[in-house]
């Protein structure tokens, strides 16, 4: 009998699998895709702390950035930039394949093709079932880690709850023309409720892309044509891919031998939609739980608690700051953004950035206040009337 079957072989899926079988457990990886890298809608940024974590060899990585470039609905822009790079953009359906391969050489079992349907709990273990092409099949083991990313109904079937509030993206890759910095979109007429960007990758290549809380496949031809009218890109003649991203995590992440994590947990920056960091933090917290649940041959609710607290301990606060922004940036109108980049402008938050103790592309609560008590300072009448429509 499997010691572990992870459902979802997606980076913070493989990743647990790795680390649980170097810990010596035999571990199942169950994937409906029919191969690795199947249908990612992903630009693959993360941080510095990111990629120490994945431990993974430079082929990997597109490319470092150290600035990025924000635009304002008129297409008045501001450049934010740190001496040392504080982001990578890694080939994402190659770190899918990498983790993979590193999970399989500890000794984890991949399954594709495979889509788990249901997880009965039984006195000694639990059985996940499975469709494999049509046939039904089932297999057992002792625990279960639900890494399905977002939108699988398993966690809710199994009684923990569901994500209420979720964004939806959408991504191109795209020739683009001499452009090497990282761009960001901020109007709501072209992503609402949300932001588009454009980032370089290889080879005169990048992917474009945004999260709206509408129609993603209108907006992002949309998006194209203003890029390809800006001779950004060369052709709007592109396959978009979509997904979606949970802005709010799920309720209960664990049950009597199961545990959720990664997207399918919402463990993912409100703020720019970025999963990979926050869902491998959380599979390491994941993996220690049941590690200490199997020395101590207890798998019981009440034992698995501990995974919800402590992940929510180190991403609790990030998560409700960010969420919070993201709603009061919901509010606003393309006025009230065109004068937040003048006051940004105005009060030199560039620089502030440039020089800030501490910056850190993962963990965002500080900096969003920091910014805000920057410019209520300066201008406390206009950023209070901006800010006005706080939800
Ligand atoms: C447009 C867009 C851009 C993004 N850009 C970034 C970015 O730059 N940086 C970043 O950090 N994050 C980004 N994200 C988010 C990031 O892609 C996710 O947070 C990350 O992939 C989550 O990893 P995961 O392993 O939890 O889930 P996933 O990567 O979604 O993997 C889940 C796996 O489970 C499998 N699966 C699902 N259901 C079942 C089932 N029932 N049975 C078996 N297998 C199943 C799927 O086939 C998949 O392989 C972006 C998301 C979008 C939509």
Redesign the pocket.
Known sequence: MYHTIV???????SYSAEKLAKLGYKVLV????TSVG?????????GKE?LDMLAIDNSLIFKSSSSVRFFAPSGNSLRVWRNEPVAYVLD?PLL?SKLVERAQAAGADYLFG????DVQLRKEGLCVG?DFGGQKKAFESKTAVI??????S?SRKLGMGKITDFIA???AEVKINSIDEVQVYFDQRLAPGGFAWLVPTRDNKGLA?L?THKQPGTYIETFLAKLKEQNKIASTKVIAS????PLRPLPRTYARRILV????AGQ?KPI??????Y?LLCADIAVQTLHQASLAGDFSKSKLASYQKNWRAKLGKELRTGYWAHRLYCRLDNRQIERLYHLANNTDISRFIAEMKGFSFDWHSNLILEILKRLAFRYPVETGKTLAKHP
């Open positions: 459902i979802g072989a997606g980076p913070v899926g169950l994937d409906k895709e199947q249908d990612i809608c992903c630009t693959g940024i993360v990111c994402r899918e495979t889509q788990a349907t499975a890494a399905t990313g977002f939108g699988s398993l993206g959408a991504q892309g999260i979509y997904g979606a991203i994590i990664g997207e399918a993912v720019t939609g970025g999963g990979i960091y869902g």
